[in-house]
C-alpha cells in the first residue's frame, strides 16, 4: 500500500522579484528640452543629459529565458525613444495618466504587433483608458474593422490590485497630481512615480523599503501641477530609498549644475540612464 501523502492547499505564491533594469527613455517635461523657440543656457546646452523627452520608462527583466520589456507610458516621442533604446518588443503598456505627454505615442506602438498574434495589453485607470479609446480609437476596435496600418491593443483596466506581468508583479500606487489622481507603479524594490505633487496617506506605506525610486521634480519655482526639486527631496527625505531619480524635468534646470546640489543617493534622471535593480 502507498503512504498516503498529506496534500498541500493550493498556493499562487506572488512570484519573487529576480531583479530588472529600468531605462529612462525620456525624463523631460511636457514639452521637452530644448522648449521650441528657447534659447536659454540649458535649452542650447552641449551636455546630452540636458536634452530630455518627454516622460517614459522601459522595464526590462527576465521571465525564464525570455527578456520581457514593459514601458510605462507612451510620450510623443515614443519612436525616437524605442529606436534610440533599441528595444525590439513590447509586451505589455502600463500608464500613470492620459495627459498627452504621458499618451501620444501609443500609435507607435505599432510595429511591435507585428509578427505576434495577440493584442498589446494595455493597462490603465478607467478614466485613462476611456481617454486612450477616445484619442485611438481604432487601437481598440474588433479585428477587420480597420484593415492594416493601426496598432492591436487590449485594454486592461487598473484599480488597487496588483497586476502581474510574466512574473513581475506592478503594485499601483495612488498619486496626487495637483487636484487630478494618477497612478504609479511600484515593481520589486523599484517604484516609479512622475507629475506628483505627493500622496495620500495609504501610498507612503507603498513606497517603503525601496532601492529605487523615481519621482517627478519640474524645477525650482512652485507649480500647481508638479512638485519642485526642494518637494521631491522632502519626499525622498520621507521615503528613503536608497536611490532617488528626478524626472519630469525642465529647461530651468542644467543637469551638471543640479546634481552638484542634490544630497548622496539622489540625482537627475537623463535620456538613455539605464539603472540595474537586484533581486
Ligand atoms: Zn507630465
Ligand atoms: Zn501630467
Redesign the pocket.
Known amino acids: 500500500m502507498r503512504p498516503t501523502r498529506r496534500r498541500r492547499p493550493p498556493v499562487t505564491p506572488e512570484p519573487e522579484f529576480a531583479g530588472c533594469e529600468i531605462e529612462v527613455l525620456g525624463s523631460g517635461t ?1 514639452v521637452g528640452v530644448p522648449t521650441i523657440g528657447c534659447h536659454c543656457k540649458v535649452c542650447t546646452s552641449d551636455d546630452p543629459r540636458d536634452r530630455r523627452l518627454r516622460p517614459s520608462v522601459a522595464v526590462r527583466f527576465y521571465d525564464e529565458d525570455i527578456r520581457r520589456t514593459v514601458v510605462i507610458d507612451t510620450s510623443p516621442d515614443f519612436r525616437q525613444q524605442a529606436l534610440r533604446a533599441k528595444l525590439e518588443r513590447v509586451d505589455a503598456v502600463i500608464y ?2 492620459d ?1 498627452a ?2 499618451i501620444m505615442g501609443l500609435d507607435d506602438i505599432r510595429p511591435f504587433n507585428y509578427g505576434r498574434p495577440d493584442r498589446i495589453p494595455v493597462y490603465a485607470s478607467p478614466s485613462t483608458l476611456q481617454s486612450l479609446r477616445r484619442v485611438f480609437p481604432y487601437g481598440f476596435a474588433g479585428e477587420g474593422s480597420h484593415p492594416g496600418g493601426v496598432p492591436r491593443l487590449d485594454a486592461r483596466p487598473v484599480n488597487a490590485d496588483p497586476i502581474n506581468l510574466f512574473g513581475m508583479v506592478f503594485q499601483p500606487v495612488q498619486v496626487d ?1 495637483g487636484p ?1 489622481k ?1 497612478l504609479g507603479y511600484r515593481f520589486g524594490r523599484a517604484a516609479y512615480v ?2 506628483q505633487t505627493g500622496f495620500p496617506a495609504e501610498s507612503l506605506a507603498q513606497l517603503q523599503d525601496l532601492d529605487v525610486l523615481f519621482l517627478g521634480a519640474l524645477r525650482h519655482l512652485p507649480h500647481p ?1 508638479h512638485s519642485t526639486v526642494g518637494q521631491a527631496l522632502e519626499l525622498v527625505e520621507m521615503l528613503r530609498p536608497n536611490r532617488a531619480f528626478f524626472t519630469h524635468v525642465c529647461h530651468e534646470l542644467s543637469h551638471k549644475e543640479t546634481i552638484r546640489q542634490l544630497p548622496s543617493g539622489v540625482s537627475l534622471a537623463y535620456d538613455g540612464l539605464r539603472i540595474e535593480v537586484e533581486g
Do not use: A, L
Request: glycine fraction near 0%; aromatic fraction near 0%; proline fraction near 0%.
Open positions: 511636457s500613470t495618466h495627459h505627454d504621458h497630481h487630478k494618477i512622475t507629475d501641477m
